[in-house]
């Protein structure tokens, strides 16, 4: 088991920045990757980015590139979203999440282990 917690949601004006955080627990060393991603009201859950434990590669939606950068620190088992220049249009429930074997990043029926989210509002 993997347990998720996600931090550091909330009202942030148009071209501000948040800094979310997803502290893993359990049995992190079986998990191959993490990842991020949002759920707006009334839209399917989306891809946000994801990261590897065992490397420094990163892999991002094309709507979040240039703005957004998923970094982890193994030693604390957590996983960072930096997030800026904020658009309105960003505002959602964001959520981490843990793979336990390769798979398709972006696709998240391959996660097994999920947080209980985080509120972002990007106000414009």
């Known amino acids: 088991q993997v347990q998720l917690v996600e931090s550091g949601g909330g009202l942030v004006q148009a071209g501000g920045s948040l800094r979310l955080s997803c502290a893993a627990s359990?049995?992190?060393?079986?998990?191959?990757?993490m990842g991020w991603f949002r759920q707006a009201p009334g839209k399917e859950r989306e891809f946000v980015a994801a990261?590897?434990?065992?490397?420094?590669?990163?892999y991002y939606a094309d709507s979040v590139k240039g703005r957004f950068t998923i970094s982890r620190d193994n030693a604390k088992s957590t996983v960072y979203l930096q997030m800026n220049s904020l658009k309105p249009e960003d505002t959602a429930v964001y959520y981490c999440?843990?793979?336990?074997?390769?798979?398709?990043?972006?696709?998240?029926?391959?996660?097994?282990?999920w947080g209980q989210g985080t509120q972002v509002t990007v106000s414009s």
């Open positions: 999440a843990a793979q336990i074997t390769p798979s398709p990043f972006e696709l998240h029926n391959y996660y097994d282990y």
């Open positions: 359990g049995r992190t060393f079986s998990s191959y990757a």
């Open positions: 990261i590897r434990w065992s490397d420094k590669n990163a």
